[in-house]
Nanobody, 132 residues
């Protein structure tokens, strides 16, 4: 069974850092149309937003303006793992962070409509709380 699992969330102080991991397990014999991996977050009482995107073909990365310069998405293809390094954390970064096997629609060619609307291609999320 395809598995997408986030880890690394927790409590951090303002100005601190966390590194999230997204581990993808693909069963033998299963073929994916995997163009990209996206990180998303949903703050309390707000809608989910796509914050980072990485291409699986050439490693190109993209970040939402609100996290650009503070967050970095990267991948370890050998481990089927995508990371989100989050530095200079702010209380506004408090949210549940999700990983999905597609970037959000804002990232055009890296968006997979079928995967975006299918929970099988999403992780269950990891809580990040930034507070002193």
């Amino acid at each position: 069974q395809l598995q997408v699992v986030e880890s690394g969330g927790g409590l951090a102080q303002p100005g601190g850092f966390l590194r999230l991991s997204c581990d993808v397990t693909v069963p033998v014999g299963v073929s994916l149309d995997l163009k990209s991996v996206g990180w998303y977050r949903q703050p309390p009482g707000k809608e989910r937003e796509g914050i980072s995107c990485i291409s699986t073909s050439d490693g190109s990365t993209y970040h939402l303006d609100s996290v650009k310069g503070r967050f970095t998405v990267s991948r370890d293809s050998a481990k089927n793992t995508v990371y989100l390094q989050m530095n200079s954390l702010k209380p506004d970064d408090t949210a549940v962070y999700y990983c999905a096997l597609t970037c959000s629609p804002r990232y055009g060619k890296y968006y997979n409509h079928d995967y975006y609307h299918n929970n099988d291609y999403w992780g269950h999320g990891t809580q990040v709380t930034v507070s002193s």
